[in-house]
Nanobody, 125 residues
Framework: AQVLLESGGGSVQAGGSLTLSCIVSAYDISRKCVGWFRQAPGKEREGVVQKSTASGATNYADSALGRFTISHDAAKNIVYLRINSLKPEDSAMYFC??????????????????WGQGTQVTVSS
């Protein structure tokens, strides 16, 4: 069965950094569109960044530009999200997701077929 398992979240002070990991089981990410979303309490899930692992093309949300970096390790089948200069408004549950296809067209959550359970990031001021 398809499994995405996130880790790396935690409680940090503003200005700190975190690297989130998403281990993908039973699914080869080498030619897929993968992404990270986040959802804060009372808010809708929003896309942070997506990446085509085949082409390397990335698409960052405006709020993620400059501080967030997506990467992946094809050999280990892991997707990473590095977040620098964390802000309290970055506090949310972070989810990794994967599409069935290679292309990252659009950025709607409904375009992603597979989801992890999420990892919580809490940033204190």
């Amino acid at each position: 069965a398809q499994v995405l398992l996130e880790s790396g979240g935690g409680s940090v002070q503003a200005g700190g950094s975190l690297t989130l990991s998403c281990i993908v089981s039973a699914y080869d990410i080498s030619r897929k569109c993968v992404g990270w979303f986040r959802q804060a309490p009372g808010k809708e899930r929003e896309g942070v960044v997506q990446k085509s692992t085949a082409s390397g093309a990335t698409n960052y949300a405006d709020s993620a530009l400059g501080r967030f970096t997506i990467s992946h390790d094809a050999a280990k089948n892991i997707v990473y999200l590095r977040i620098n200069s964390l802000k309290p408004e970055d506090s949310a549950m972070y989810f990794c997701a994967a599409r069935t296809g290679s292309f990252c067209v659009g950025f709607e959550a409904g375009s992603f077929a597979y989801w992890g359970q999420g990892t919580q990031v809490t940033v204190s001021s």
